[in-house]
């Protein structure tokens, strides 16, 4: 049982290239999301999925993409990255409709030059 | 949207020490879930404790406990016997239990464990 698993760990950026961040989870959850961090801002929402083909915009959605075909799987792409997305990002996912925590992957480091 | 709020950004204990960590939400909901989350340098979020808001007990997970003052919109979490391990970033969290599922997190609050 692998949990949330991210891919990269980290990645360096030029401005205006595109790139996918990939996250699956193993535990049949329902929803997953995608969080970015910044210091002092705490977590903030993009994207989230309450379950295959079905997304929604969170908090700071502009410049990012999601799908999600699978159950599992729940890719963020960054269509043309800009130094403000230079950050920490968080896949994470839990069952709906009950009162279980998040589950987070490790984190993805972004560095956008 | 709710809002929660963490208006410690640093604290700092004595090992073997207790510290509380403040969190305050903002919420017209009667049905939600509480969470403080633990974040070391290793970057790996993990839960420490959860609170139902139906439940008037605090919620206990060994040297963790919470003080959930659920009129005040109050959810501090108390260390006690302070570790260096303890030393991290800690988030509040909350949860609808309506029909939204997204987490609202605070902006989180250092922690310092001075030996």
């Known amino acids: 049982n692998a949990g949330v698993t991210q891919t990269p760990k980290f990645q360096v950026l030029k401005t205006g290239q595109s790139m996918t961040l990939q996250c699956a989870q193993d535990?049949?959850?329902?929803?997953m999301s995608w969080y970015r961090q910044d210091p002092g801002m705490g977590l903030r929402l993009i994207h989230y999925?309450?379950?295959?083909?079905?997304?929604d915009q969170g908090e700071v959605p502009n410049g990012y993409n999601v799908s999600r075909s699978t159950t599992e799987d729940f890719p963020l792409r960054l269509l043309s990255a800009a130094p403000s997305q230079t950050s920490v990002y968080f896949c994470?996912?839990?069952?709906?409709?009950?009162?279980?925590?998040?589950?987070f992957g490790p984190g993805t480091r972004l560095t956008v030059t | 949207a709710q809002t929660v709020t963490q208006s410690q950004p640093e604290m700092s204990v004595q090992e073997a020490e207790t510290v509380t960590l403040s969190c305050t939400y903002d919420t017209s909901e009667s049905d939600y879930y509480l969470f403080w989350y633990k974040q070391p340098p290793s970057r790996q979020m993990i839960l420490v404790i959860r609170q139902e808001a139906y439940k008037q007990q605090n919620a206990t997970e060994n040297r963790f406990s919470v003080n959930f003052q659920k009129a005040a919109k109050s959810f501090s979490l108390k260390i006690s016997d302070s570790q260096l391990g303890d030393a991290a970033m800690y988030f509040c969290?909350?949860?609808?239990?309506?029909?939204?599922?997204?987490?609202?997190f605070g902006t989180g609050t250092s922690l310092t464990v001075i030996p």
């Open positions: 535990m049949n959850h329902e929803y």
């Open positions: 999925s309450v379950g295959a083909g079905i997304t």
């Open positions: 969290a909350y949860r609808s239990g309506g029909s939204s599922d997204q987490f609202y």
């Open positions: 994470a996912s839990s069952r709906t409709r009950t009162p279980g925590e998040q589950y």
